[in-house]
C-alpha cells in the first residue's frame, strides 16, 4: 500500500484540537496514490465531506489539495491515469470518438 497524503492544520480557525483535515484523511485508509486518480479523490471526498469543502485544486496526475471550511488542508497525491482511453471518459474526453 501506498497511500501519500498530508495535512495542513497552519490555518485552522477555528482551534479545535481536531480539524476536518485529521478527520478526512481517513476517508482514504486503504487507498493507493498509484491507483487513485484525481477524479476518484474529487468523489471520496464528495461522498463524505461536501458540506465540509470551501475549496479544492485539482492537478491531474499530481494530486488534490482540498481546504475545508475550518481552514484545514488536506492533500492526496493521486498519480493513476483516469482511464485508458479506450472507452469514453466524461473526466478527460478520451475516447469520444472511438465508438
Ligand atoms: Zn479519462
Do not use: P
Amino acid at each position: 500500500m501506498n497511500l501519500q497524503l498530508s495535512v495542513d492544520n497552519r490555518a485552522e480557525i477555528f482551534g479545535d484540537a481536531t480539524s476536518i483535515a485529521d478527520l478526512a484523511q481517513f476517508s482514504f485508509t486503504g487507498e493507493d496514490s498509484q491507483k487513485l486518480d484525481i477524479y476518484r479523490v474529487d468523489e471520496i471526498l464528495q461522498a463524505d465531506w461536501s458540506g465540509e469543502i470551501r475549496d479544492m485544486e485539482m492537478e491531474y496526475a499530481t494530486g488534490v489539495t482540498t481546504t475545508f471550511k475550518d481552514g484545514s488542508r488536506l492533500t492526496v497525491a493521486a498519480w493513476a491515469d483516469c482511464c485508458d482511453r479506450t472507452g469514453y471518459c466524461s473526466h478527460c474526453g478520451q475516447g469520444a470518438l472511438a465508438a
